[in-house]
């Protein structure tokens, strides 16, 4: 391989030979992977609703009941040619949803079971506004899970693997359990995850039940204003219009995660290989010992920097000889 290589080359080397990532970062592709958004909270919340009404319309296999509707972990991958489940030979899209089977052969080894999480789902999606995006519909956390080791265990690395979180929350079942809320302690509000106050009206608003909850997943002394806590309406015949247009900036609010996630994904990769910031340039590096993926063993692997100023900031771009 020549040094001409794109970055993309070393940034999926480093996610499976780096053993000195953490664990729930080896599997990610830190460079032009889609950007994988997870809706999670507790049962009933209104994820399933939330994410057909970014959609446009409810994903193929989205059910419409007064119940809790997901009761699988599904994931979309939108910009498909067509919206069904996916295809069995559509590698392209299948690719997309790899993660979960990532995912699950953490869990195989954590809970010393053959089979993982069965209720997993792929699911292709028409939509070409979020083209660039995969989206996990979490079925809701129930008290019950925090002692099922395959379904605590699958939660928690999904949390940790996707890139960004909303945390869909609202007043009716608003408890968030404590065994949930722990999947968010080592994570910044705003860099990793969200919250959004579903089904709000100002006749219910509770902001101080919604901060009692909030402080679990919180290891700050932070509190949520209303005015800054991102709001969806409740979607009836008075709201309808405030319901819509919520929507409409949450779809911003999604598309504007792109280039955090992508942040965060340089910072990762760059941990201990960033350049400098505004003005000072140091391109001189020509060697760095590498962990391989052979018996922990360690190799020098000549690198050929390249320099490149982006956001602000220098950063190496790199080509790597093997």
């Known amino acids: 391989q020549s040094s001409s290589s794109s970055s993309s080359l070393l940034c999926c080397r480093y996610n499976y030979a780096m053993s000195d990532f953490e664990p729930h970062q080896m599997n990610r592709n830190y460079c032009s992977g889609r950007v994988r958004i997870a809706f999670a909270g507790s049962w009933s919340t209104g994820k399933t609703y939330l994410l057909s009404a970014l959609l446009g319309r409810q994903y193929s296999t989205a059910q419409s009941a007064p119940a809790p509707t997901t009761d699988k972990f599904v994931c979309v991958a939108a910009g498909s040619p067509y919206s069904d489940p996916i295809r069995s030979d559509d590698y392209e899209r299948r690719r997309h949803c790899e993660i979960m089977e990532h995912v699950n052969d953490v869990v195989r080894k954590e809970c010393g079971g053959k089979k993982g999480m069965a209720n997993v789902l792929d699911v292709a999606d028409d939509n070409v506004e979020f083209g660039d995006f995969v989206f996990f519909d979490m079925p809701g956390w129930q008290t019950e899970y925090g ?75 932070e509190i949520l204003s209303e005015m800054y806590t991102t709001k969806v309406h409740e979607n009836n015949t008075a709201l309808e219009e405030q319901f819509h ?8 609010k999604i598309k504007s995660v792109n280039q955090t996630v992508h942040d965060n994904r340089k910072c990762m990769l760059g941990r201990g290989r960033i350049i400098g910031s505004g003005g000072g340039l140091n391109c001189n590096a020509r060697k760095r010992y590498m962990p391989t993926a052979l018996g922990g063993a360690y190799t020098v692997l000549p690198i050929q920097p390249e320099c490149t100023r982006q956001f602000g900031h220098y950063w190496y771009r790199l080509g790597l000889e093997y």
Do not use: P
């Not at 605590?152 to 809320?181: C, M, P, S």
């Not at 959004?196 to 909850?213: A, E, G, K």
């Open 147 to 221: 002692s099922d080791c395959v379904y605590r265990t699958f939660f928690h690395q999904l949390i940790d693997k996707v890139d960004y979180t909303y945390v869909v929350w609202d007043v009716n079942h608003g408890k968030i359990e404590d065994d949930f809320a722990n999947f968010f302690q080592n994570k910044a509000r705003g860099t990793n995850y969200e919250l959004i106050y579903n089904r709000y009206t100002r006749d219910t608003v509770d902001m101080s039940f919604l901060n009692q909850q909030y402080a679990k997943m919180s290891t700050g002394q």
């Open 245 to 252: 247009e919520d929507v409409l900036r949450l779809r911003s």
